[in-house]
């Protein structure tokens, strides 16, 4: 504002004149709204004709909430906020504004509810910028091949199932299988990649999460790890745009050129989140009293996972979706959404779980569509036809049961599905490096493992890894470089490998 210099009072009238024409003065409408019924955290409002699909509301105490529904005559509005102190008769605003996150470094370490709100005890987010929760997927045109591999360290996996950067791939299994255990060791692997982690947590219990932060720290890299949080205490508003706000956090880094993979803990909970909102607001009920836009819900979330073209950055956005079984009925509902929306599933069967077998992943059901054009050359040279032999073995092991004598052919492929049945099972948080997984897989293939018991293939396992450190230090860099080695290589692999399990003390089972 200029400030009015002394003079003669028609100059100082002159002046003043002049800043009243200049200012907009003229009526100005609000429009305000009323609460008009409120429950479990839904609010149904009236008086607010103009507010628009998913636009953020303000209530007279400070609460917030989106538009979920819009009716002839009012709103569904879930609210964000502890809904105790919003009551009927209270006014409410809108905002012009849909619900948006922080973006950009500051989140990388921290563990936060989906508005970006710390929960760890650390200071306020300085975000890079505020990002919509609800953006479009990546067009056609603006998308790239996948055929870059997400290591995870899981020899199953990526010896079997091998998932890309930019891939959408569902782990699925009953309540306490190792769903998220598998997820959080594909996270602990990228501590020696250039891929940013973001997991969200959604109506998961907090002694849970906390074991996934606790891990992740301990074992991982949790300074390029993101923990977004959504308890079963938080409103549902909360938890419904949990998964959301976990893209939009991940999207800054893809769409910097980076590289980013999200899991959503669990989308089970996330749909039956849905289904009370969709209820409380008056939609129709369908199958399972799910609403009918629920496979459009996840869709449009998972469709936003992709590789980027080079024109765009050539980032990527991968999604380990997980989702939870009742009784091993992968034909339900949500489940087969899900499947019929991801790139593959990884299965996971409560027998094998119940029998040690950790990870229990069920080869026989488990896909990736994505698979052996992400896979790196060596590894996939070197697992060749092991999913079948594997698959093989269990029918051989399963007709063996009656009694029969095998034929000694058939008996050395069942001792030798034995022991690939033992590599396949792994510690928690212990993932494997690309150069460990080909030595294993490759001294399997070749008969090196043989002559050892089956029990002594986990501390084989456990030894190999300081073996090939210390033997052959420049192949491990070399594989992960080039993801191919050439005959003189692999042979001093095998040698190294050979050396060890001649080290091997009998009887040295862990």
Not at 36 to 51: F, K, N, Q
Not at 254 to 272: I, P, Q
Request: aromatic letters at 4%; charged letters at 20%; proline letters at 6%.
């Amino acid at each position: 504002m200029k400030t009015i210099m002394p003079g003669s009072p028609e100059d100082w009238l002159t002046q003043a004149q002049s800043c009243i024409t200049r200012a907009n003065l003229g009526p100005r409408v609000d429009a305000i709204g009323r609460v008009e019924s409120i429950g479990d955290g839904v609010a149904m409002v009236s008086g607010l004709p103009d507010a628009r699909l998913d636009e953020l509301l303000y209530f007279a105490r400070g609460q917030t909430g989106f538009v979920h529904t819009l009716d002839r005559d009012r709103i569904g509005c879930v609210l964000l906020d502890d809904a105790a102190q919003v009551e009927a008769g209270d006014t409410v605003t809108g905002s012009g504004e849909v619900v948006r996150v922080p973006v950009g470094e500051a989140l990388l370490g921290r563990v936060v509810d989906p508005l970006g709100r710390p929960l760890d005890g650390g200071a306020p987010i300085r975000a890079r910028r505020f990002d919509p929760v609800e953006r479009p997927a990546p067009a056609i045109i603006e998308r790239d091949l996948v055929v870059q591999p997400v290591q995870t360290g899981t020899l199953a996996i990526d010896a079997m199932f091998a998932i890309g950067r930019g891939q959408r791939e569902l782990i699925l299994g009953d309540r306490a299988t190792g769903k998220t255990a598998l997820a959080v060791d594909t996270i602990i692997n990228q501590r020696t990649s250039d891929m940013i982690c973001v997991y969200v947590a959604i109506g998961q219990k907090s002694s849970a999460v906390a074991r996934v932060v606790d891990q992740v720290r301990r074992h991982g890299a949790p300074d390029r790890t993101i923990f977004v949080v959504a308890s079963p205490a938080a409103a549902p508003g909360l938890q419904w745009i949990a998964p959301f706000a976990g893209f939009t956090m991940a999207e800054y880094f893809r769409d910097g050129g980076g590289h980013a993979v999200v899991v959503l803990d669990d989308l089970t909970k996330h749909a039956a989140t849905h289904r009370e909102i969709a209820l409380l607001t008056g939609q129709p009920p369908g199958r399972e009293a799910y609403p009918g836009d629920v496979f459009f819900l996840h869709s449009r979330l998972l469709e936003r996972a992709a590789r980027l073209s080079t024109e765009k950055g050539g980032g990527s956005l991968t999604a380990l979706p997980i989702a939870e079984t009742d009784a091993g009925n992968v034909s339900a509902y949500i489940p087969t959404n899900l499947i019929s929306i991801t790139d593959g599933q990884i299965i996971l069967d409560a027998k094998l779980f119940a029998q040690g077998h950790k990870p229990a992943i069920d080869v026989g059901t488990s896909v990736s569509r994505v698979g052996g054009k992400t896979q790196l050359r060596v590894l996939r040279d070197a697992s060749g036809t092991m999913r079948l032999d594997y698959a093989q073995f269990l029918e051989l092991e399963m007709f063996t049961r009656f009694g029969e004598q095998p034929e000694p052919r058939v008996r050395a492929q069942i001792e030798r599905g034995k022991r690939l049945r033992a590599l396949l099972v792994q510690p928690l948080s212990s993932p494997l490096r690309v150069v460990d997984q080909v030595a294993l897989v490759v001294a399997l293939g070749e008969g090196l493992l043989d002559g050892m018991a089956v029990s002594e293939i986990s501390s084989l396992r456990t030894r190999l890894p300081a073996w090939i450190d210390d033997h052959v230090p420049d192949l491990c860099a070399q594989i992960e470089r080039t993801g191919q080695i050439d005959t003189a290589q692999r042979s001093a692999l095998m040698t190294t490998v050979k050396a060890l399990i001649e080290s091997q003390p009998a009887g040295s089972a862990s």
